[in-house]
T-cell receptor
């Protein structure tokens, strides 16, 4: 039973380019959370999605950031026109349902903007 | 005031000692409480979760929740060098999981 899969593990983008981060939840999980982690910082909530629905995006910056979780395929976190301040580790977690507190994390995508 | 407060450490203890890690929170809406362990450049790994006041034990780990004081703890008995990691407390409200900043723990051989 594969865990939460994130790819790529490392992503380098030049300022102004787009970054696409992918997250495949654990088998049978339909809830996905995205978090951002800066060095020496905790995990900052960004967005919570269910299949085809954004449930809570209160942690997402208002501009340049978007997320989706289509009926088929992985969840995507998209960052347009990246800036140096977007450099961070981005983690996703999945759970079976909203009541299930056992949320399992992937290994993260480390985004570096040069 | 942040919703979840956690001392970032670092905390250094000798091998075999009992480790105590703590978090406080301000929002009574939190219903579930979790502890994650994160090794350097890895994803967080769920160690324990609980939803009621009291103690929950799993091997060398004990999670303790005191809702009246808004205080949670994780105890590690017989600590090992392999326990050296960052420990993150997390709490759930309204389908959102909020994390503390994490405490860096070093177990000295």
């Amino acid at each position: 039973n594969a865990g939460v899969m994130q790819n790529p593990r490392h992503l380098v983008r030049r300022r102004g380019q787009e970054a696409r981060l992918r997250c495949s939840p654990m088998k049978g999980h339909s809830h996905v959370y995205w978090y951002r982690q800066l060095p020496e910082e905790g995990l900052k909530f960004m967005v919570y999605l269910q299949k085809e629905n954004i449930i809570d995006e209160s942690g997402m910056p208002k501009e340049r950031f978007s997320a989706e979780f289509p009926k088929e395929g992985p969840s995507i976190l998209r960052i347009q026109q990246v800036v140096r301040g977007d450099s961070a580790a981005y983690f996703c977690a999945s759970s079976h349902n909203s009541q299930n507190t056992e949320a399992f994390f992937g290994q993260g995508t480390r985004l570096t903007v040069v | 005031q942040k919703e979840v407060e956690q001392d970032p450490g670092p905390l250094s203890v000798p091998e075999g000692a009992i480790v105590s890690l703590n978090c406080t929170y301000s929002n009574s809406a939190f219903q579930y409480f979790m502890w994650y362990r994160q090794y350097s450049r890895k994803g967080p790994e769920l160690l324990m979760y609980t939803y009621s006041s009291g103690n929950k034990e799993d091997g060398r780990f004990t999670a303790q929740v005191d809702k009246s004081s808004k205080y949670i703890s994780l105890f590690i008995r017989d600590s090992q060098p392999s326990d050296s990691a960052t420990y993150l407390c997390a709490m759930k409200r309204d389908d959102k999981i909020i994390f503390g900043k994490g405490t860096r723990l070093h177990i000295l051989p």
